[in-house]
């Protein structure tokens, strides 16, 4: 067994404490044939540190396209040749598609707009969303809005919002090559905030956006000082018109081998799969990583791409005998 | 005919964009070229094309 991974088993496994910047750099170079072995470390460590139930997610765009920032990698700005066009969706559509996630047994719904930070106009619309989906569902409502002043965190919480995605989407060292518009360290700022007010935090990024392996281990050490309660790892998926519309996919052993590295940073968090795992790991992949530290799923399709049915990954962790988390273990 | 994906003039089918088109909606409205106005929730999507209505997936 490589040293690393012994040292791991300690710290981590046996501990419950995250791997260091260090240790996370080695573990994303371990070669392909101990891939078998550091999978089914991260499983352990999960399902000692987080139990055997997978969160279920669904998530909706409530206002498309049009977004001012110049994040690299997403179809949504408004700057650069997507041919994703500026929508809003109505609040009737919006409690529907909250329906539809919650009968697929998914215990959160995030409600997401592409916005540098919300204006008086969405925060309405949010108020006025999320009161209706609370009255007619029974689902935990999360928000991803951008970045939020701190008057906006406290209306948040007052309209019972309990969990805020803000992604930092990459390390800090690589940020200014993926978004201009705005700091990495904006983003922190945002993210003190929300957990500061009580809301939980939801914090991933996008692996594949061209850092390098060393730069990727900085993210998960930066993360894992954040904290966060949850961590969505998506894989690019190369948006046609944007500036990284052209960049290779994530090698199937790297995303496994970064998912398995995340888990062995944050023992406890939730470690969601979000886009890209499709055309990254595919069905058997995906199945990897859900033995390899994952711990959560968003189910159905995402805000501009589509994702598998949610019949199809219920099914599967059926078989992998994962239960679903119920809402009443959210609490 | 228009690719409803990239847009171009098409006779038969784009094969990296019918298959692109497997885990994405369509962006431009096959008869006319238009971008359409695309809405993805859960579980299906709408495109709305000005001149030529909706399609639902």
Known sequence: MPKILDRARTRVLDEGAGLDEADILEVLRLPDDALPELLQLAHDVRMKWCGPEVEVEGIVSLKTGGCPEDCHFCSQSGLFASPVRAVWLDIPSLVEAARQTAATGATEFCIVAAVRGPDARLMDQMREGVKAIREAVDIQVAASLGMLTQGQVDELVEMGVHRYNHNLETCRSYFPNVVTTHSWEERWTTLRMVRESGMEVCCGGILGLGETVEQRAEFAAQLAELDPHEVPLNFLNPRPGTPLGDRPVVEGRDALRAIAAFRLAMPRTILRYAGGREITLGDLGTRDGLLGGINAVIVGNYLTTLGRPATADLELLADLKMPVKSLSQTF | ?57
């Open chain 2, 1 to 57: 005919m228009f690719c409803d994906r990239c847009g171009d003039e098409t006779v038969g089918p784009h094969e990296a964009c019918a298959r692109a088109r497997e885990l994405e909606p369509p962006r431009f409205c096959p008869h006319c070229r238009r971008r359409m106005k695309v809405q993805v929730v859960p579980t299906g999507w709408k495109a709305v094309c000005v001149e030529h209505g909706e399609t639902l997936g």
